[in-house]
């Protein structure tokens, strides 16, 4: 058996969005990249597109986005 493993990373600066969930028209976002920071912390109301974010992001790397089921009690 032989393994392999790569590390690579991502330095996220810029997020454009445009006809993406609710971003219909053009929106960018500046990420503020920085050496120095390890961590994104992305804040914000209900509805305000956090996770329209993430997924955008996991769509432009993997061409895919996870499916949230809801489910009430």
Same mark, same amino acid.
């Given at each position: ?10 330095? *996220?600066?810029? /997020? &454009?969005?445009?006809?993406? +969930? ?16 390890? *961590?994104?912390? /992305? &804040?914000?109301?209900?509805? +305000? ?16 986005? *996870? ?7």
């Amino acid at each position: 058996m032989i393994r392999m493993s790569i590390e690579a990373t991502i330095d *996220l600066v810029r /997020v &454009e969005f445009e006809n993406f +969930g609710p971003f219909l028209k053009k929106t960018d976002l500046d990420i503020g990249y920085s050496k120095n920071k390890k *961590l994104l912390i /992305v &804040e914000g109301d209900t509805g +305000g597109g956090k996770t329209t974010f993430i997924n955008a992001i996991q769509w432009c790397l993997f061409g895919t986005v *996870l499916e949230q089921k809801i489910t009430q009690e």
